[in-house]
């Protein structure tokens, strides 16, 4: 049995994390599940963004799967993810960015791997007013965590059987901080001779994308950039909606999808749980149980290939719940 700390977030959190414990009670994979909440439904509960309970629980069970959290745009509280991120030490986000088959997209042959350094660049929250109509925002590039996440990427590019590792920066611009996060990568890769190695320009990488995505294998970018093409490649394979995500530390890693609480459709029983389902599958490898996140991935694809419960992001006309019981039935039969 594995102990594991539950977030069910703001927003679309709860229904996505209530498909999660759903599917993993399909695939009996002993999970039992500390159930403490972050973020505005914690804060609007008890007072706090992040309980001492949530920070005690993720410290002793080491894995948490967390639902996605609102943080206010322009004012408000410093983002949630941002402070779990930095806290724990989870340097590594990874996003594997795959086309599925049945998923309506002009793409069909999209599988790539995102790995954003996690805990700096512009996301150290060091910003304030200068004076009146001069905002200053720090960003933040080290050689210890330049060097730390390329070694990740490549170490990953290995284990995956993966055969290039593009890193993706704007060292033109910004040539002492971007410059740093090249420098690292670039030594980190002479030690990868068998993994291919390349360097593209952030706004190219984005044209690049959107044109020849079947190019790209494994692209290692610093935080902000990693953000944004994150998006930019769930929209490669249908959106949101479908890609998970991992962030991993030495020795703690939290999962969650790529995507934000949708507050949009939150509440209305219309969310895709697929990356979710998929972040979970993700922690179960983490976890040394491939047989179960094989059956979970199997019982998604299935579903997702047959198109009858799916979710309106996909076409379909089913809820979140409707299609969460067809994954689980697809796991059961497969049994
Ligand atoms: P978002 O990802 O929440 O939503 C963007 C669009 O994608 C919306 O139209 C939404 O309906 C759709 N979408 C997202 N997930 C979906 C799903 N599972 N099924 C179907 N459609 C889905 O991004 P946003 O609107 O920019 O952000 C909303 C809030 O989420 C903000 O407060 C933001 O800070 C937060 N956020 C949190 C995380 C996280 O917790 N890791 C990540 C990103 C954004």
Not at 76 to 105: D, M
Not at 212 to 235: F, H, K, M, Q, T
Not at 239 to 246: D, E, K, M, W, Y
Not at 270 to 284: G, K, Q, V
Request: aromatic letters at 6%; hydrophobic letters at 40%.
């Amino acid at each position: 049995m594995n102990r594991i700390t539950l977030v069910p977030g703001d927003g679309i959190g709860p229904e996505v994390s209530s498909s999660v414990v759903k599917v993993l009670k399909a695939v009996d994979a002993e999970i039992i599940w500390d159930e403490i909440n972050g973020g505005e439904t914690a804060f609007n509960k008890t007072g706090k963004y992040i309980p001492d309970e949530l920070l005690d629980s993720i410290a002793t069970n080491r894995v948490a799967f967390k639902g996605p959290i609102t943080t206010p745009v322009g004012k408000g509280f410093k983002s949630i993810n941002v402070t779990l991120r930095q806290k724990y030490n989870t340097y590594a986000n990874v996003r594997p960015v795959k086309s599925i088959p049945g998923v309506k997209s002009p793409f069909h042959n999209v599988d790539l791997v995102i790995i954003r350094e996690n805990t700096e660049d512009l996301y150290a929250g060091l910003e304030h007013m200068i004076t009146e109509g001069v905002a200053e925002s720090i960003k933040v590039i080290t050689e210890k965590a330049s060097t730390r996440i390329a070694e990740f990427a490549f170490k990953y590019a290995v284990a995956k059987k993966r055969k290039k590792v593009t890193a993706v920066h704007k060292a033109n611009i910004m040539k002492i901080s971007d410059g740093l996060f090249l420098d690292c990568v670039r030594k980190v890769s002479l030690k990868y001779p068998e993994i291919s190695y390349e360097e593209v320009i952030v706004d190219n990488m984005c044209m690049q994308l959107v044109m020849y995505p079947e190019r790209y294998d494994v692209l290692v970018l610093p935080n902000l950039y990693g953000d944004i093409i994150s998006d930019l490649a769930a929209g490669l394979v249908g959106g949101l909606g479908l890609v998970p995500g991992a962030n991993i530390g030495d020795d703690i890693a939290i999962f969650e999808a790529v995507h934000g609480s949708a507050p949009d459709i939150a509440g209305k029983n219309l969310a895709n749980p697929t990356a979710c389902i998929l972040s979970a599958a993700m922690m179960l490898d983490y976890l040394g149980n491939s047989n179960a996140a094989n059956k979970i991935r199997q019982g998604v694809f299935k579903v997702i290939e047959t198109g009858k419960n799916t979710t309106s992001d996909l076409g379909g006309s089913s809820s979140t719940s409707e299609m969460t019981e067809a994954i689980c039935k697809a796991i059961e039969q497969s049994e």
